[in-house]
Structures are given as structure tokens and as C-alpha cells.
């Protein structure tokens, strides 16, 4: 099976040596991993540097991150699709695991769980995959997006049929894009984390804050419940949820380590 990975580039070079080597270990007997990156005009070697690992790279401007991973993933031919911040790293073994979950339940799309890591690589706790039952109005309620990017992966008819992400969204194409494809399919589980996001503190979501909220509250808009208290039921339900399952991020939170997640940073992106 061919395993695409899509990643976004703009002056991404500091991590992007890591990332790679990341996703060229996922690489088996049975599973070959087609790394895409798409770059909207680096100018501080990255794309001699994709070059150099020979990776595929597709270069020119686009209208942001969204733009970029659809641009990757329609130019691609795996079965499976699947994205990579410049900056994260994927764990060893991930791929054998999303392929194994994607082949024996016979879902769409596969979700799993995350670590965040800091600059030098050190964890922050880890953030699992949420569960099974999560419909779409659930998933809005939360105030922010529980499914990962960096460990979602779709099988590519499936992606081509959701037609990719919205890229009217700037900052929540995931959340939307996630919502949108949770309304048509439940995803398989996989209750472990499959890559590690890195937490630079120049994540976009914090850059821009206001923008974010009001894309989300769009999002939550048409696929959320219209009722006030049932968005504040299932907002507690989930949130008891993700503290119960994560204890070692529940942890660092506590101690004012992680915050509620960002998303990678990507320059000049946003």
C-alpha cells in the first residue's frame, strides 16, 4: 500500500530534517510513503532541502495552509492520505498502525492520538484520539477541535469525495473539515498516538486568536445543536472525557504547561 504524507512548507528548514526522517522510517515491506511537500516560496533553503531527501515538491503561492494540503493531496496517488506539519515528527510505527486499523474495520478515515512535544523534543503529555461515539454536534460543542491532523488519515476516495478542506477557513479548515466528514462517516479509533506536534509557541491559533473563534463559531453554527444547554452538555461530557483519558496531559495542564491545542506553526502561512 502506498501511504501518502502531505506537508506544508513555508521557511520550515529548523524541524524539517527531523520531520522527514520521521515519516522515511514509517516506510515497510507492505507500506511505501510518498512524502509530499508543498511550498509557497521558502526562501531559507527548505526546498533544497526536500530536494536534496528526494521528495516530491510542488512549489508556488497558495492561499494558505489549507490550499497547500489539498494541492499536496489531489497531486498524490496513495490509497491513504495523511498530514505533517513541518515542524512535527511522526512516531515510529505509526503507519503499520493506522494501515492495520484502516484494513480491519473497514471505516473511511482512521484517528489517533498525538504527544506534544516542545522545542527540543521533550514531552508535554499526550493527547488520545476521542472516543468512539463523538457524533458531530458533539465534536462542535468542545470549543476546539479534538481530532489532530497530524494523526488523521483518509482513504483517498474518501477525501476526494469531501472535496478536500473549505480553504474559505484560514485557521479552522480542520475543524470544519473533520466536522464535515464525522456527519457522513464514523472513523476507526486508534488508541494510540501516531505523531509528536510540536509546541513553538508561535502557533497560528494563538496569532490569531479573534480570527479563530469566529471561524469556529461558524463551524459550530451549522453543525452544532442549537440548543445553549445541550452545547453546554455535551461540552462538559467530552471535556470529563479528555481529562479522564489523558492524565499526563491533564497534568502538565494543571501545572500550566499545555494549554488547549494549536495548531503547528507554519510561517508566513497565516
Known amino acids: 500500500m502506498i501511504v501518502t504524507v502531505v506537508t506544508p512548507t513555508l521557511n520550515g528548514i529548523e524541524y524539517l530534517r527531523e520531520c522527514i526522517a520521521s515519516a522515511r ?19 531559507d533553503g527548505t526546498v533544497e532541502l526536500a530536494e536534496a531527501s528526494g521528495l516530491r515538491v510542488l512549489k508556488g503561492k497558495d ?23 513541518a515542524d512535527d515528527v511522526m512516531l515510529d510505527g505509526a503507519l ?16 489517533g492520538g498525538i504527544r506534544w512535544i516542545d522545542e527540543r523534543g521533550r514531552s508535554l503529555g499526550e493527547l488520545a484520539a476521542p472516543p468512539r461515539w ?6 462542535v460543542c468542545l470549543g476546539w477541535n479534538p481530532i489532530m491532523h497530524m494523526g488523521t488519515y483518509f482513504s483517498r476516495e474518501f477525501f476526494t469525495e469531501l472535496g ?9 479548515g480542520d475543524y470544519e473539515m473533520f466536522a464535515r466528514a464525522l456527519s457522513r462517516a464514523p472513523y476507526a479509533r486508534l488508541a494510540r498516538p501516531v505523531a ?50 489523558n492524565p499526563g496531559w ?3 495542564k494543571l501545572a500550566g504547561h499545555t494549554r488547549l491545542p494549536l495548531r503547528p506553526r507554519q510561517g508566513a502561512y497565516f
Open 25 to 43: 522510517r514509517n516506510a515497510t515491506a507492505t507500506i511505501a510513503v510518498e512524502h509530499v511537500i508543498v511550498d509557497g516560496g521558502s526562501t
Open 196 to 245: 509528536c506536534f510540536r509546541r513553538t509557541g508561535m502557533n497560528n491559533s494563538a496569532v490569531n486568536s479573534a480570527r479563530t473563534e469566529r471561524e469556529n463559531g461558524t463551524v459550530r453554527a451549522e453543525f452544532g445543536p442549537k440548543s445553549a444547554f445541550e452545547r453546554q452538555v455535551w461540552r462538559y461530557v467530552l471535556k470529563a472525557w479528555f481529562n479522564l483519558a
Open 134 to 139: 463523538m457524533t458531530p454536534r458533539m465534536h
Open 96 to 111: 503499520e498502525a493506522v494501515v492495520r486499523t484502516y484494513r480491519e474495520s473497514g471505516r473511511r478515515w482512521v484517528v
Open 63 to 85: 492561499k494558505g495552509i489549507f490550499d497547500a494540503i489539498n494541492k499536496g493531496s489531489f497531486q498524490s496517488s496513495g490509497e491513504l492520505l495523511g498530514f505533517l506539519g
Open 164 to 172: 478536500g478542506f473549505n480553504i474559505d477557513y484560514r485557521d479552522s
Open 250 to 252: 491533564l497534568m502538565h
